[in-house]
């Protein structure tokens, strides 16, 4: 069982920054299309980002378009999101996930049940 890792959660104000990064052991991240999904408190877990496997096609859901960023690096077997201008609506935890193997190096996947692997999730928490 692939165990993706998130990292770079926090505790941050309105209008602040973070970066999430996730990575997993050996190539998984490289060779799958990943996205980037959250949950709020009583609210089901939505899709926040994805990116397919060779970066080249992103998606971003209407609620952080043009605030968030996704990236990856496959020679660094991780993949990032940029989050900038943070609302107290992006309260969530924040989850990496893994589709592998894909169709295409150019597919990306917004559903959850599309993906295969996921992380245990990282908290962020902006304040007002």
């Known amino acids: 069982q692939v165990q993706l890792i998130e990292s770079g959660g926090g505790l941050v104000q309105t209008g602040d920054s973070l970066r999430l990064s996730c990575t997993a052991p050996?190539?998984?991240?490289?060779?799958?299309?990943m996205g980037w999904f959250r949950q709020a408190p009583g609210k089901e877990r939505e899709i926040v980002a994805a990116?397919?496997?060779?970066?080249?096609?992103?998606f971003y859901a209407d609620a952080v378009k043009g605030r968030f960023t996704i990236s990856r690096d496959n020679a660094r077997n991780s993949v990032y999101l940029q989050m900038s201008s943070l609302e107290p609506e992006d309260t969530a935890v924040y989850y990496c996930?893994?589709?592998?193997?894909?169709?295409?190096?150019?597919?990306?996947?917004?559903?959850?049940?599309?993906?295969?692997?996921w992380g245990q999730g990282t908290q962020v928490t902006v304040s007002s």
């Open positions: 050996g190539r998984t991240v490289s060779s799958s299309s």
């Open positions: 990116i397919s496997r060779n970066g080249g096609n992103t």
């Open positions: 996930a893994a589709r592998t193997p894909v169709m295409s190096a150019s597919n990306l996947y917004t559903s959850q049940t599309q993906y295969g692997y």
